[in-house]
């Protein structure tokens, strides 16, 4: 069974940076497109970054130019590296994986944005 887990989150000053991981249990990045979606409370999950089976990537307009998602498959993981974060990025983060079979989910990670 597939398994991803993020890490990463936490809290951090507006301005400031994290960089989110997501380490899957095995090889289940390599060919498949890979995401990182975020989740407030009573909103539903929000596509923030991904990488398309052809490598095209795409970002929300709201983290544009901030935030860069990256993946490297000899390791398994996927990352996203946030910077100039603002309150409004406060959110729990997940990582995601689209096979053409199956669709998985981390756990989640929270971020939180605050002074």
């Known amino acids: 069974q597939v398994q991803l887990v993020e890490s990463g989150g936490g809290l951090v000053q507006p301005g400031g940076s994290l960089r989110l991981s997501c380490a899957a249990s095995?090889?289940?990045?390599?060919?498949?497109?890979v995401a990182w979606y975020r989740q407030t409370p009573g909103n539903q999950r929000a596509l923030v970054a991904s990488i398309s089976r052809r490598g095209y990537i795409n970002y929300a307009d709201a983290v544009q130019g901030r935030f860069a998602i990256s993946r490297d498959n000899a390791k398994n993981a996927v990352y996203l590296q946030m910077d100039n974060l603002k309150p409004e990025d406060t959110a729990v983060y997940y990582c995601?994986?689209?096979?053409?079979?199956?669709?998985?989910w981390g756990q989640g990670t929270q971020v939180t944005v605050s002074s």
């Open positions: 995601n994986v689209a096979s053409l079979t199956a669709t998985y």
């Open positions: 095995g090889s289940i990045f390599v060919g498949n497109a």
